[in-house]
């Protein structure tokens, strides 16, 4: 916020230079800045004219003699404009002076004659919009001639970042307020005089409210006999300094108050509204409003709008319509001060990109009294500078003060919040220039806030206006007395190593966003309409309206990106967050996608994995593997090794939890040894590579990381190295053909007990020496004794595997 010094200076005596009040300032939690209006001028001062002829050849140029106060006399300047009178101060411009915008003034000749500098305007000095004329200063004695025109009108502006918390410091008061209270000057508020006269307002202006939760107050006044012309030279410049761009008088006041006191306003031309019947509602769904910058807008049901008997006049705290706008022509008018819900204004600017000075105020939050009070100051301004009648009364539809917030805080806990030592005095003594009423004595206060305060609203909140009035700068910083937390394993460590076991392997991490959008679902497979989706209420795009339930379409979209940047050899994993929901019950935060118990919201860790083309070449001269499901289950096998967990077990996937973005038949599901699934991988299915643009036959696994971490050991226990060679042995087993290869690997690993080291098949056969619907899977076993003679225990054990293999799954050993 832009805050001109000499405008701050009406309500609060400042002795502090403008670098030493925007170091307060800042101290106090308002980053300030300091600006200088004119200091870009150079070579500008204050000049009286003595003459004032017309241009010889130019019927519309003046020739004027400038006195600037110099030993060889008035000067020579060329002139357009035409409000010039002798006698008249004004700003000149000399001969290599530079105005705003890096204008530069140069000797030229016009019309046959030499100018020798420029008269300006208030728009060319940016001291207004006024571009017709010259900026009259005065008249000969009011300002000594040849004075540099910065030390007449130049502005120490300070450039104040308010936080969204503190509205109520939007304004002039409310600084004020706040240098009143750090540096014990006194506060003045401007006097409010209001003289009502003519017929009551109640009998021109009527207000119903539809929507009360979203206007807890709306006043109104109205005005006969406007005289809408600019307003004074003094409002210009103040609203100029403070940023904001002159209109008409009526308009001008508005602002002008706005900035004064921290309440937006806004005016209606009165005979523009029916039978001055103002409704306060929602907008209706593509209902159009034009408003005052004459931009057409489609609103939606979720916006609050000002609207008469038919239609909507204007945007509820952002902006009015240019239907009721406030023009030359206006002779009445009815002028609102009202609060609206900051959270509807915020969402209805950001919705349309219509972000004003009005919203912001209303989005930070206005205190209960402040509306009546603006309306008041705002009624008499106009009265002075139109010339119009007031009505009498006011039209308000919550006109009993509210009973101030109370707070109950305890002194003790206050000074642990601060590091600081105070009782229950010193926090009084420290509040009250805040406005805050404290009472109680001894260990617990009692903290009455003011109405503008809408951000004190806990006993930290309180701690926090005292620690800006004690000064931060004077807390002493310490270390806490706190006994050091007990050792706790870092959560993420599991997840880290198997990130870098993975890469060690040659895969590429990838790092995607967890908001998905509902074509990826689609294109995955996937239901984009399942009800356990975890959807945003408010998103910014389609493409970022739902947490990924799973890691599949991640993995999908990062190899399609790659497809298309020709990249058709990637083995990519990520390791991130998925998200489901089920309506019926409480919370389960470590759950799978593969569990069917437990009901709620929950997040959960999940490993994505997915491989297309060919690897790079472990080894100088060894062959690339390329991507199929033999290689995603090698990787997940050495993954598991790595980490120290059992190697896991692969079955077929259940019929009723199918993964339908795989090729039916080539999926698994990948399970512990009690046949609990905890993940699974399988073949891309050529629907989903068509869908996504993929090229090949990618695979890709889904594994629980936390399910898979439990699977680890606490304690890492060394074997010895053995002495003896390993013994190897082959079987050859025949089970029915509708049994998964995994399965019989997973009961021949239980069943083989410690001594075995290695198992994996080598062949598979199916042909007439046995039988139709049967298959033969050969599998190679080898075992590592510790000592030498150990041999029949290798036997035991190879002959328990084939009771295990015929008890459980009907097995033949050939």
């Known amino acids: 916020m832009r805050v001109p010094l000499s405008w ?101 000749k016009i019309r046959g004659v030499v100018s020798n500098g420029m008269l300006c305007s208030a728009i060319e000095l940016g001291l207004g919009t006024d571009a017709d004329g010259i900026h009259i200063l005065g008249r000969a004695g009011d300002i000594p001639v040849g004075t540099p025109l910065a030390e007449v009108v130049g502005e120490t502006v300070l450039d104040v970042d308010v936080k969204p918390n503190r509205g109520d410091a939007l304004s002039m008061v409310g600084l004020a307020r706040e240098i009143a209270a750090f540096t014990g000057a006194e506060l003045r508020l401007p006097s409010v005089t209001v003289e009502e006269s003519g017929e009551p307002t109640a009998a021109h202006v009527s207000v119903r409210i539809d929507e009360p939760e979203l206007n807890p107050r709306f006043t109104a006044r109205w005005f006969d006999g406007v005289v809408n012309g600019p307003s004074p030279e003094w409002m210009q410049r103040r609203l100029v300094a403070a940023g904001m761009r002159p209109i008409s008088a009526v308009v001008d006041v508005t602002n002008y108050v706005m900035h004064e006191l921290g ?125 119009a009648s007031v009505g009498r009364g006011i039209v308000d539809n919550d006109p009993e003060p509210k009973p101030a917030r109370r707070i109950d805080v305890r002194v003790d806990r206050l000074n642990r919040l601060l590091g600081v030592e105070l009782d229950a005095a010193a926090i009084g003594e420290l509040l009250a220039p805040l406005g805050f009423d404290v009472s109680g004595t001894g260990d617990e206060v009692v903290v009455g806030v003011p109405s503008h305060r809408l951000d004190v609203s806990a006993p930290a909140d309180v701690a926090e206006e005292v620690a800006r009035a004690y000064g931060y700068e004077r807390i002493e910083g310490r270390l806490p007395y706190a006994a050091l937390p007990a050792y706790r394993e870092d959560p993420s460590a599991g997840r880290n190593r198997a990130r870098r076991v993975l890469a060690g392997m040659g895969l590429d991490e990838v790092l995607t966003y967890a908001l998905i959008g509902p074509d990826d679902l689609v294109r995955s497979g996937l239901e984009a309409a399942d009800a356990r989706l975890v959807r945003i209420y408010n998103p910014l795009s389609a493409d970022h309206a739902i947490l990924r339930p799973s890691m599949t379409p ?207 098949p080598f062949d598979i056969y199916r042909g007439e020496q046995i039988g139709p619907g049967r298959v033969s899977y050969a599998l190679a076993f080898r075992f590592q004794p510790l000592e030498a003679g150990e041999e029949r225990a290798v036997d035991k054990a190879l002959n328990k595997v084939r009771g295990s293999l015929q008890h459980h799954l009907g097995a033949e050993i050939r």
């Open 8 to 108: 701050l200076r009406d309500y609060v005596d400042i002795e502090l230079s403008p670098r030493q009040l925007a170091e307060a300032l800042t101290m106090r939690g308002m980053e300030a800045a300091v600006e200088t209006t004119g200091a870009d001028w150079t070579d500008v001062v204050v000049g009286r004219l003595v003459d004032v002829e017309r241009h010889p050849d130019a019927d519309t140029l003046w020739l004027t003699k400038v006195d600037i106060g110099g030993d060889d006399g008035p000067i020579e300047i060329v002139c357009g404009a035409q409000n010039l009178e002798v006698g008249q101060l004004v700003p000149a411009a000399l001969v290599g002076s530079v105005l705003p915008g890096d204008r530069r003034i140069e000797r030229t």
């Open 263 to 387: 309440q937006p306003m806004h005016a209606y031309d009165a005979d523009a509204v029916p039978a001055g019947e103002i409704v306060v509602r929602r907008a209706a769904g593509a209902e159009r409003l034009t408003t005052i910058d004459h931009v057409e807008r489609t609103l939606d049901e979720r916006m609050l709008v000002i609207a008469d008997r038919e239609r909507a006049i204007g945007l509820a705290g952002i902006m009015g319509g240019a239907s009721t706008e406030v023009t030359e022509a206006t002779r009445r008018i009815i002028l609102e001060s009202a609060i609206f819900h900051g959270p509807t204004i915020r969402n209805t600017a950001r919705r349309l990109g219509l972000r004003s000075e009005a919203s912001m105020r209303h989005e930070k939050g206005i205190g209960h009294d402040l509306p009546r009070f603006a309306a008041d100051r705002a009624a008499s301004l106009i009265a002075e500078i139109t010339g």
């Open 554 to 760: 991640s993995m999908l979209a990062a190899l399609a990106e790659n497809a298309r940047r020709r990249r058709s050899d990637a083995w990519l994993f990520e390791l991130g967050k998925v998200y489901w929901y089920r309506p019926d019950g409480p919370e389960t935060p470590r759950e799978t996608r593969s569990d069917t118990a437990g009901t709620g919201r929950y997040e959960s860790w999940e490993l994505g994995i997915i491989l297309s083309g060919r690897a790079a070449p472990p080894a100088p001269g060894e062959d690339a593997v390329s991507a199929d499901v033999a290689a995603i289950q090698g990787v997940v096998d050495a993954l598991h090794d790595a980490l120290g967990a059992p190697r896991p077990a692969y079955r077929a996937e259940d019929p009723n939890d199918r993964h339908p973005h795989r090729h039916p038949g080539r999926t698994g599901l990948i399970v512990d040894a009690a046949g609990r699934p905890y993940g699974s991988l399988g073949e891309v299915h050529p629907r989903v590579v068509e869908a996504w643009g993929l090229v090949g036959r990618p695979v890709d696994a889904s594994i629980s990381i936390d399910r898979l971490l439990d699977l680890v050991p606490a304690e890492t226990r060394s074997r010895p190295i053995p002495s003896a060679q390993p013994v190897d042995r082959d079987l050859a087993v025949v089970v029915d053909e509708g049994t998964p290869l995994g399965e019989v690997l997973r009961v021949a690993r239980m069943s083989a007990g410690p001594l075995l080291d290695e198992l994996r």
